[in-house]
């Protein structure tokens, strides 16, 4: 019975592999150089929905910024929407940080005398506390980490201007394709 639910999970593992697969080569295709892509953060939860970060060479040879992406589940194929740069919501929803997202909307335009920070996003993507705080030292990107309702939130900042704390944010997406929210300091969550 054993050998039968192990040879079961080893096939479930293989599907979920050709899936991914599938859906880089789909996203690779939409890029520069399609051959030079390079996937992180990769995750699939219980619906079959794909979440990660992807970066491509440009045609000098030079390595873009990760993008993240998302492929929902959609019979037999995937719907794939592949972010710009920069915020997707709908990719958000699906992997996480909507919240944080939506309430960074919700204090953009109001004055930040404390300055701004940058917020890495909760959930899959963040691993654990230990590797990104390591990440982020290895890259020598100086970070904080606050409890905020029992849980650590690792922040980088408080940057005098809200440039500067975007500018933070697109440097840790390129160099570790890391999601994260450009917040007021101290904004409520």
């Known amino acids: 019975m054993r050998k ?6 080893v096939l479930a593992l293989a599907g979920c592999e050709n899936a991914v697969e599938g859906v880089h080569k789909q996203i690779a295709e939409q ?5 030079t892509a390079k ?13 990660g970060q992807v970066r491509s060479k440009d045609d000098a040879g030079t390595f873009l910024p990760y993008r993240s992406y998302v ?11 592949l972010a710009d740069k920069g915020s997707n919501l709908r990719i958000r929803e699906a992997c996480g940080g909507a919240e944080l997202q939506r309430s960074a909307e919700a204090v953009a335009d109001k004055p930040a005398p404390e300055g701004w920070d940058v917020e890495i996003v ?7 506390l230990s590797d990104m705080t390591a990440r982020l030292i290895e890259k020598q990107i100086p970070s904080s ?7 650590p939130v690792v922040l980088l900042g408080p940057f005098p ?9 697109a440097d840790v997406m390129a160099r570790l394709g890391t999601d994260s929210i450009v917040i007021q300091h101290d904004a409520p969550r």
Do not use: H, W
């Not at 890029?31 to 051959?35: A, F, Q, R, S, V």
């Open 71 to 81: 492929a929902f589940k959609q019979g037999e194929g995937y719907d794939i929407v």
């Open 4 to 9: 039968v639910a192990m040879v079961m999970a």
């Open 145 to 151: 980490v606050v409890y905020r309702d029992g849980k």
């Open 39 to 51: 996937f992180g953060n990769v995750r699939i939860d219980k619906q079959g929905t794909i979440c």
């Open 161 to 169: 201007s809200k440039a500067e704390a975007e500018a933070r944010q």
């Open 122 to 128: 909760q959930g899959p993507n963040m691993g654990a």
């Open 31 to 35: 890029l520069p150089n399609p051959k």
